[in-house]
């Protein structure tokens, strides 16, 4: 039977130290091996936290299922800012076109059937981190995609 191990990594810079190390190294699998896959697969990703799972099933055998990154964090990946605000304010403003983009990355992971809904979702988590859609409130945007603002776009990346 495989042993699972979980964990939420730096892309592109995760390390033999914890949290995979100490997880890990009782297994018997090659650690270093195992972190140097993750960095490989996780690269793209660099700077963001990474949900990964490791399906250690023998000594030399092992299975690497990155996840994606938190909604908020490809948003302030896609905006070019430091972090978020928890408050009102704003930090950043994203285009539809980045909207999209987030969405199509998520969109596995969301409960949002079309591109449409999922864009909303996205636009809702933008507004929480300090971000504007196109100069938009993330309520006046949900309120454009809603009514039809967006479809032509929408439709032409769905």
Known sequence: ???????????GKASAGPPLGPALGPLGVNVAQVVAK???QTKDLNGMQ???KIKVKSRTEFEIEVGTPPTSALIIKEMGVEK???????VGNLS??????IANIKRKG?????LKNAAS?????AGSVGATIDGLTSKDAQ??????KYDEILEAKA
Request: aromatic residues 0%; without cysteine.
């Open 121 to 125: 979702e996205v636009i809702g988590t």
């Open 50 to 52: 990474v949900p990964v």
């Open 1 to 11: 039977m495989a042993s699972v191990v979980e964990a939420l990594v730096p892309g």
């Open 110 to 114: 969301l409960l949002s059937k079309t």
């Open 38 to 40: 993750i960095n490989e």
């Open 84 to 90: 978020g605000t928890g408050d009102k304010s704003i």
């Open 143 to 148: 309120a454009a995609v809603v009514s039809g």
């Open 96 to 101: 539809m076109e980045q909207v999209i983009k």
